[in-house]
């Protein structure tokens, strides 16, 4: 990899999201609480879900682990907290599609806004999963928060 | 002084490089190759590539079983692959060196076959199987699952601050009612080198068994498994610059005889009857199936180049270049090292932590650079809790790293530094 390309990857909406961590910390109330790990590396977040109602009130975390998914995290809360059930769906369709498009996929900034900085971690196989971590978190919390409000 | 002069560097460092023709190609857009990830697993000589090529151009078939010229010549170098490893580790006999998948097929063997075991070697309630906190995932998780089926209770030596096994408390942990006692000989990640036949004569003095795990030992060491103490010694082909998928088991003759079989199967049999089967003798009761054929006769030409350069001095360039690496390693501001900094006490894989900086950033940085190492927990997740860490950056050297290479780690390191913009 070119100096270039690392340049395309540690763009500076991640380095700055890495280093800011919007979001962070675990905070109440929340209805489900997860923890995530990358068995590969070892990165690990735990991560809790305040719905109110359909919406999404609040995600907090706490995490260990790269810049990418550390940024990632940061990036995710911006983008879901405030926003209801129906209105994620899109977004996380659209990151996971980026992920897994090996950076073939064009994203659609209106949908993804700085998320699609991650476009240059999706060409690395190995980088994949940094960034999937918080998502994968989310989507599992989610599931979790629903079935028990249907229970 | 020009880095290259080091006392103790192996002589005609660039005769040995030539040898590796991987060595010689070129990553990240043109930039040589700094391959700094040989604790993972080696890079292979050439000759080791031309004997396997060789084998299965021209003598390719499957062994004592084919009744023809092929069957013989591959029965022949796939045993002599058996001679070859039995020489390299000073094996008393040839029938106890047992072909595995590799260093972790190797300790399933040895934690599930005495979990089955019946009489002496029976494990039971009450009993105590004792492991270390050092140790790679593969010689922890075999050993909780033969204590969660057998009853039996897991103990383990600690790690003490400067990276040693902590022997404080070896009358609690050894006692009466300990049956096993496993440890790595080198870490894989603090890169120490333990105490083994002291350990290995407490272990004795109470009729426990040692089985000792010489992965990053046997690459680098000159083994000799009858004065190591160990009564089971495994490590695997791939890093002793060997082919993947072939692991060794060395055991003494007393206990693999007591030992029951492993995988049932062709080859580790005598007799089969619908009944009830009787089984071969060892090497081949530990064998069942087609074993790895072209990577047992790979294996032989491996150890049998390491031999011709010599473990003595392989093992003193490992020293020279660990002893520059730690040296280099400490001019790069935040840099910590995790282990003994003593380069004559340790081996040559360095685990470290850059503040700042998550080890994967490291790596993603270095591999830009054509520098390849390892980031993360190096399957050592209870060594890396012990210090504090999640994770860490490894450079593990071997008989073909330069002082020019580690020069190169370190300015990657200030560069990594720059980039993350810590000063």
């Known amino acids: 990899m070119m100096s270039t390309e690392l340049d395309s990857l540690y763009q500076d909406i991640i380095l700055d999201h890495a280093k800011r961590r919007l979001n962070a910390g675990l905070r109440e109330p929340f209805e489900a609480e997860v923890h995530h790990v990358n068995p590969t590396c070892g990165d690990e977040v735990t991560l809790r879900l305040h719905l109110d109602g359909n919406v999404v009130r609040d995600i907090s975390y706490d995490n260990q ?73 989310f989507q599992d919390a989610l599931v979790r928060a629903q079935e028990d409000s249907h229970a | 002084m020009t880095t290259t002069q080091l006392a103790g560097l192996l002589p005609e460092l660039e005769v040995i490089r030539a040898d590796f023709p991987i060595l010689g190609r070129s990553v990240a857009g043109g930039l040589p190759l700094v391959y700094l990830d040989s604790a993972n697993t080696s890079q292979k000589p050439q000759v080791v590539i031309d004997t396997m090529v060789d084998h299965l151009e021209r003598h390719n078939a499957n062994v004592a079983r084919a009744m023809h010229t092929l069957g013989a010549e591959a029965t022949e170098a796939f045993e002599e692959g058996r001679d070859r490893v039995a020489a390299f580790i000073n094996a008393p006999s040839r029938d106890e060196v047992i072909f595995t998948k590799n260093a972790s097929e190797a300790l399933n063997l040895v934690a599930n076959t005495l979990a089955w075991a019946r009489g002496t070697l029976a494990i039971s309630e009450g009993d105590v199987v004792v492991t270390t906190e050092m140790e790679h995932h593969s010689n922890i ?30 009358d609690e942990l050894i006692t009466e009612r300990t049956k096993v006692v496993t440890l790595t000989w080198v870490s894989n990640m603090l890169g120490t080198i333990n105490p083994v036949a002291e350990i290995a004569r407490r272990a004795h003095e109470v009729g426990a068994i040692v089985v000792l795990d010489a992965s990053q030992a046997a690459p680098q060491l000159p083994v000799d498994v009858v004065a190591s103490g160990a009564d089971v010694v495994v490590f695997t082909g791939h890093k002793v610059v060997g082919p993947t998928g072939i692991g060794v088991l060395w055991g003494k003759r007393e206990l693999l005889e007591q030992l029951p079989p492993f995988l049932g199967g062709g080859e580790m049999i005598e007799t089969v009857r619908m009944e009830r089967s009787t ?7 530990f064998e069942a199936g087609t074993p790895p054929i072209v990577e047992a006769v790979g294996l032989g030409a491996a150890v049998e180049y390491l031999s011709h350069i010599g473990m003595d001095a392989i093992h003193r360039h490992e020293q020279t270049i660990t002893a520059y690496a730690l040296e280099g390693l400490a001019t790069v501001p935040g840099l910590k090292v995790l282990g003994p900094l003593d380069a004559a006490e340790r081996g040559g894989a360095i685990s ?16 830009s650079r054509g520098i390849a190492v390892r980031a993360g927990h190096h399957c050592a997740k209870p060594a890396h809790a012990r210090f504090g860490v999640q994770s860490s950056t490894r450079m593990s050297s071997y ?24 000063g």
């Open chain 2, 141 to 170: 998780v075999p050993w909780q699952l033969l204590t969660e089926r057998t009853g039996a209770t897991l103990k383990w030596f600690g790690i003490t601050d400067d990276g040693r096994l902590d022997l404080s408390n070896i």
């Open chain 2, 279 to 285: 089984y071969a003798g060892i090497p081949h009761k």
């Open chain 2, 352 to 367: 470290f932590e850059l503040d700042g900086v998550h080890p994967h950033d490291i790596a993603q940085v270095l591999d």
């Open chain 2, 399 to 422: 008989l073909y790293t330069t002082p020019a290479e580690i020069d190169a780690l370190v300015e990657g390191l200030e560069y990594t530094r720059s980039y993350f913009k810590l």
């Open chain 1, 65 to 137: 682990g790269c810049s990418i998914s550390s940024a990632s995290a940061s990036v995710m809360t911006e983008l879901l907290i405030g926003k209801t059930v129906a209105e994620t769906q899109p977004i996380q369709d659209a990151f996971l599609e980026m992920m897994r498009g090996k950076g073939q996929v064009e994203p659609d900034e209106d949908v993804l806004e700085d998320a699609i900085a991650f476009a240059g971690a999706a060409k690395l196989t190995a980088r994949i999963k940094c960034a999937l971590l918080s998502w994968m978190a």
